[in-house]
């Protein structure tokens, strides 16, 4: 069955770091997003991606880097991890099916604490 | 600018009954609706999605209505069960250049056996 994987699930890093999480689908979908998940907020945007080599800054994109070299990848980067980036990251994909498409399906998330 | 609301921000239900969780939005022109379940510790899982060209859509025991002229979408669950325990958003899809969606917070749902 095609799904999307994200690892690691759990990291602990310390600021300054650089860090980059993985995110792999096996929908062949040409659409892929990178979502932040904190207490009081809903999800919220921080890359997205409508095939290989494009890339687009979302709602909260400062301190995140994405690339896409295929269409599986699309590996998010903290360039220098701070507090403020602890939190559960999603990664998602959807195909653009034109009028009304385009539903989101998730990864299971990584949980990022920076100390 | 898209603003998702889900009221309540909890609900606790006895096992068996319908219930109906809330989600309003803005923006009337609305792309489309989408409903996600969310259990402890996991990602979101697709239930339903509702085109801007329909009213409703139904998988099982799951119900889901679509207002834009008034900005509600519901999400009905019909004889709940303690398995439907888990937190349930929706997300607000709107057109600019890219499928922009918003998410509420959602709604934590506890069903009591």
């Known amino acids: 069955d095609a799904e999307i994987t994200q690892s690691p699930r759990h990291k602990i890093t310390e600021t300054g770091r650089q860090v980059t999480l993985a995110c792999h689908q096996t929908w062949n979908h040409n659409n892929m997003f990178w979502y932040r998940q904190d207490l009081g907020h809903g999800l919220r945007l921080i890359h997205y991606s409508y095939g290989v080599h494009d890339t687009n800054k979302g709602e909260v994109s400062d301190g995140y880097s994405v690339s896409r070299s295929n269409t599986e990848d699309l590996p998010l980067t903290l360039e220098s991890a701070a507090s403020s980036q602890t939190s559960v990251y999603f990664c998602?994909?959807?195909?653009?099916?034109?009028?009304?498409?385009?539903?989101?399906?998730f990864g299971p998330g990584t949980r990022l604490t920076v100390t | 600018k898209q603003e998702v609301t889900q009221i309540p921000a909890a609900l606790s239900v006895p096992e068996g009954e319908n219930l109906v969780l809330n989600c309003s939005f803005t923006?009337?022109?609305?792309?489309?609706l989408q409903w996600f379940r969310q259990d402890p510790g996991k990602g979101l899982t697709s239930l339903l999605l509702i085109q801007s060209s329909q009213r409703e859509q139904t998988s099982g025991r799951l119900n889901a209505s679509l207002d834009k002229s008034s900005g509600r979408s519901t999400l009905y669950i019909a004889a709940s069960q303690p398995g439907d325990s888990a937190t349930y958003l929706c997300?607000?899809?709107?057109?600019?250049?890219?499928?922009?969606?918003?998410f509420g917070i959602g709604t934590k749902l506890q069903v009591i056996p």
């Open positions: 997300a607000g899809g709107s057109r600019g250049g890219y499928q922009k969606v918003t």
């Open positions: 923006d009337s022109a609305i792309y489309n």
């Open positions: 998602a994909s959807s195909e653009s099916l034109g009028q009304g498409g385009d539903e989101q399906y």
